[in-house]
C-alpha cells in the first residue's frame, strides 16, 4: 500500500527503510519518528521516549490514527500467519517485488507462502 500510494503521489519512498539498517526518514514526512516508535511497539518495549517525540510533531488525531495502523496491522499480520492463510495468485504477482526487496524470506513464518514448483 505504501508503494501503491507513494507512486499516486509522485513521492519517493524507500520501503527497505522498515529493515531497520539505517535511521532514514525513508522519504516520509517524520519517517526516523515513525520508524523508532513502531520498532519500539513492536519489540514490546516502553516506547515511552519515542511516544513522546512522535507526539511532539503529530496531532493527537494523527498520532491516534498511527497507533491505529500498527496495532491493526500487527493484528492481521499474526492473525493470517497463524492460521496459514495463503497469499492469493494476485497477491502473489503484485507483491513479488516488495517481498524480495524486503527480503522476506529471512523470516521463519515465509516457509508459509507458497511456492510454485
Do not use: K, Y
Request: no cysteine.
Amino acid at each position: 500500500m505504501l508503494r501503491v500510494s507513494s507512486q499516486m503521489t509522485g513521492t519517493a519512498v524507500d520501503i527497505t527503510a522498515v529493515n531497520g539498517a539505517q535511521a532514514t526518514d525513508a522519504g516520509i514526512e517524520h519517517g526516523a519518528l515513525l520508524l523508532a516508535f513502531t520498532e519500539a511497539v513492536m519489540r514490546g518495549e516502553p516506547a515511552t521516549t519515542e511516544r513522546e517525540r512522535l507526539r511532539a510533531v503529530l496531532s493527537p488525531e494523527r498520532f491516534v490514527e498511527v497507533a491505529a495502523v500498527i496495532g491493526s496491522f500487527n493484528v492481521v499480520d499474526r492473525i493470517a500467519d497463524a492460521t496459514g492463510i495463503p497469499l492469493d495468485a494476485a497477491m502473489m504477482a503484485m507483491s513479488q517485488d516488495v517481498r524480495t526487496d524486503l527480503d522476506l524470506t529471512r523470516f521463519a513464518s515465509s516457509a508459509n507462502t507458497f511456492r510454485e514448483s
